[in-house]
């Protein structure tokens, strides 16, 4: 009797171990779809990320100036695709994400090293530094609308460096770095919520865009001459592709295909739209028109502040957040601007600075668990309890002021000591197409 019950025990012992082999196999196979899943999500994402710079960003400035610097406005967003991977590749991804620094990484990751197949996260590591590339490639790009029409193209090339190197890779590891001053899921010593930067791209290019128009002075014949967008068609084109490709930059940012990007996915859709609505109310009842061009700009500046707090907040916030952001903004450009005369070409910081400033405040108000962190208890927002959050998020918004202010002012003197940053008055007449380039964006006698 005993031999018998010692045989079925040892039998049920292998049943019960083959079942645990089954079960491990099972578990692993479902990790692992889940993790090409996510690859997946987050490589469409770069793709969809790349594509607000070029053609979005491209055909949305590009639309937006006279017809003899298309070409030339076009090709600062174009250019920049090459520039920044390259100085990425080199040294700019290890600057921003190597180490464990408060301020800046180290060179850890310099020319590519250690980063591979290895996982970063759920993803491969080569992955994440794609997409991570692709807001150091959009950001730079931004500023240009600021200074489009007039800045040099050796300058224009010389800045993108030294931005690249002075402010952004900074603040990118300070929000997002291990270790970060303002890293909230990092031991920050400010803990500041920006999912998919409001603060490290929105804030930082459009104060550094407000700088440049200062600091190169009004177009030939502004505010005098009229200076109407030449081709408002190409850019509704530019700024839908903006809208699309932004579901990347957002969604994207959860870093996998999960409920937090679908939860960023839907903020996106509202916060663009509750923007755009904003505007063209705001517009309609200041001028009695609503514009083409003031709709396609709110909704470029309902992206922006929904930006940071996108991860973060429930779809009703989102709206909130949109329609503040399109009326605040709209008074920036409308008024403000032409109150104090500086010549944002493209409204770089009206939409972008200003609009990226308060969607991180906000951030800071609507940021709630229920999104973030449906199973913990920490308090995110003020809507949780956390009241203190809308200080961070005022201080790591005012740390991004100084530092792209500061930085990009040095930079401009750099710039024009070596290069001389502004055009010559005759190539600006004339036009940067030709002037700069020898080309000509329409060429209808052929």
Partial sequence: MRKISGFLLLAAAAANGQDAEKLAALEKAVQDAQAAADNAWLMTSTALVLMMTGPGLALFYGGLVRKKNVLGTMMHSFILMAVATVLWGVVGYSLAFGGEGRFIGDLSYAFMNAVGMERQGAIPH????AFQLMFAIITPALISGAFAERIRFSAMLLFTVLWSLVVYYPLAHMVWGTGGLLNAFSDGAIPCYDFAGGTVVHISSGVSALVCAIYLGKRHGYPSETMKPHNLVLSVVGACLLWVGWFGFNAGSALASSGQAASA?????????????????????????PSVLGAITGAVAGLVAITPASGFVRPMPALVIGFAAGLICYYMVAVV???LGYDDSLDAFGVHGV?????????????????????????FGLVDGNAMQVAYQFVGSLIAWVLAAVGTFVILKVCDLLVGVRVEAEHEIL??????????????ES
């Fill in 126 to 129: 080569l992955t994440f530094m």
């Fill in 431 to 444: 036009g940067l197409d030709l002037s700069m380039h020898g080309e000509e964006g329409y060429n209808l």
């Fill in 337 to 339: 601007k032409q109150r």
């Fill in 355 to 379: 609009g990226g400033t308060v969607g991180a405040i906000l951030t800071g108000v609507f940021a709630t668990r229920l999104v973030a962190d449906p199973e913990g208890s920490r308090a």
């Fill in 265 to 289: 996915f839907v903020a996106t859709q509202f916060g663009a739209a509750a923007a755009t609505l904003g505007w063209m109310l705001a517009e309609w009842l200041r001028n009695g028109k």
